[in-house]
Structure formats: structure tokens, C-alpha cells
């Protein structure tokens, strides 16, 4: 059964810094993954997704990585602002299956002004 | 705009007394699921859709009803809710078509249920 796992769970910066979040999973026939933001209360938006026969996608201050063969994702988000505080969910799906999304617990992000 | 919306977006109810949350997109998506979150064990599926009238249980589907009975609406149903379905329900739709987001997952806003 597949597994995701984010660490740190929680992670507090201050404004300006760059950082890097990650996502493990145990399973590396994945057909995607994908990053996702949620604030407080509120639904998941959904902020990059990889294929399983790409590498990396960008979407403006956000770059997630993908290496499929190690069951690794990072998330890297530039020069950080205090409205990127949310908690970053990554969540898989599997090959060949109408199965939905794996979900990792999240990383709660916290950007210090 | 494309979405998927929910509602109610909060509910309180009793024990006992059937309820239904909707679901509805308007992105024409084959993949439709129901998820509950809840803390410390962060969000789980509860049913999925491939299509009109195909459905299929998820990792917590005990409880739980869902239909499909046009490709926009993904209704889930509880019959005799009890205080453990508590919780924060998604609703979420997919295309299994082509294009960059094929199989991009989309979020309704949650529908927070207490059951008393």
C-alpha cells in the first residue's frame, strides 16, 4: 500500500528566505503527483503537478522536483512571503487505476514578516 | 469559472437523521471522489466515480452512500450519521482527457459536518 510522508510537519522562516519541502513515497510507480496549498478552514488549491515522465515543473516563486526511482518530490518556493503561509500537501496517484489521490499529512508552513 | 462547489459548506446535525452533501462541477470531469480530513490523519477517500453510474469504494467507505447519476453530480450520502463522521468532507473532480492538466486534481471548498 502506498505510503506519503512529508517532514518537517511544521516549519516556521522568516520573509524573504528560500525554502525547500518534502515528500516521500513508498511506492515508485506513481502515474503523478501533486502539490497542493490549503489555508485554514478552506479547500486545497491545487499549485503544480508532475507527470511521472517529467522532472520538475515551475509556476512563478514555485519549482516542484520529481524523482520517481528514489520516491522523492521537493517542493522549493523562492524568496518567501508571509501570504505563502498555508499548509503544503503532496499526494500521489497510482498507475492504471481510477484510484484517487494518496494523500502525505502536509507541512505547515509559517513565513515570519 | 471553473469549479467545483459544495454544499452545505457547514452543517450541524443528530444522530440518526440522513443527510446529503452535493457536489457538482462544471469542468465536464470523468473522476469525481468524496474525502473526509481529519486531524492527525490527514485526508483519506471515501468513494470515487470513473464515470455515470461507476462507482467504487475508497479507504473509509463505511457509513457512507454515493450515485452518480449525471456526470456533474457526485452526492454523498449519509444515511444514520454518528458522532465519528465528524469531520471536513471534499468533494474532487478530474478528466482522464488529455491536455497539461490530465488527471489534475480539483478541490470543492469543503463541507464542515458536525454530528451531535
Known amino acids: 500500500k502506498q505510503e506519503v510522508t512529508q517532514i518537517p510537519a511544521a516549519l516556521s522562516v522568516p520573509e524573504g528566505e528560500n525554502l525547500v519541502l518534502n515528500c516521500s513515497f513508498t511506492?515508485?510507480?506513481?502515474?503523478?503527483l501533486q502539490w497542493f496549498r490549503q489555508d485554514p478552514g478552506k479547500g486545497l488549491t491545487s499549485l503544480l503537478l508532475?507527470?511521472?515522465?517529467?522532472r520538475e515543473q515551475t509556476s512563478g516563486r514555485l519549482n516542484a522536483s520529481l524523482d520517481k526511482s528514489s520516491g522523492r518530490s521537493t517542493l522549493y518556493i523562492a524568496a518567501s512571503q508571509p501570504g505563502d503561509s498555508a499548509t503544503y500537501l503532496c499526494?500521489?496517484?497510482?498507475?492504471?487505476?481510477?484510484?484517487?489521490?494518496?494523500f502525505g499529512s502536509g507541512t505547515q508552513l509559517t513565513v515570519l514578516p | 469559472e471553473a469549479q467545483v462547489t459544495q454544499n452545505p459548506r457547514y452543517l450541524i446535525t443528530v444522530t440518526g437523521k440522513k443527510l446529503t452533501v452535493t457536489c457538482s462541477q462544471n469542468m465536464n470531469h470523468e473522476y469525481m471522489s468524496w474525502y473526509r480530513q481529519d486531524p492527525g490523519l490527514g485526508l483519506r477517500q471515501i468513494y470515487y466515480?470513473?464515470?455515470?453510474?461507476?462507482?467504487d469504494k475508497g479507504d473509509v467507505p463505511e457509513g457512507y452512500k454515493v450515485s452518480r447519476k449525471e456526470k456533474r453530480n457526485f452526492p454523498l450520502i449519509l444515511e444514520s450519521p454518528s458522532p465519528n463522521q465528524t469531520s471536513l468532507y471534499f468533494c474532487?473532480?478530474?478528466?482522464?482527457?488529455?491536455?497539461?492538466?490530465?488527471?489534475?486534481?480539483?478541490f470543492g471548498p469543503g463541507t464542515r459536518l458536525t454530528v451531535l
Open positions: 508532475i507527470q511521472s515522465s517529467q
Open positions: 474532487a473532480s478530474s478528466s482522464r482527457t488529455g491536455g497539461r492538466s490530465y488527471n489534475e486534481q480539483f
Open positions: 511506492d515508485s510507480a506513481i502515474y503523478n
Open positions: 466515480s470513473m464515470n455515470v453510474e461507476v462507482t
Open positions: 499526494a500521489v496517484r497510482p498507475p492504471g487505476s481510477a484510484r484517487q489521490l494518496t
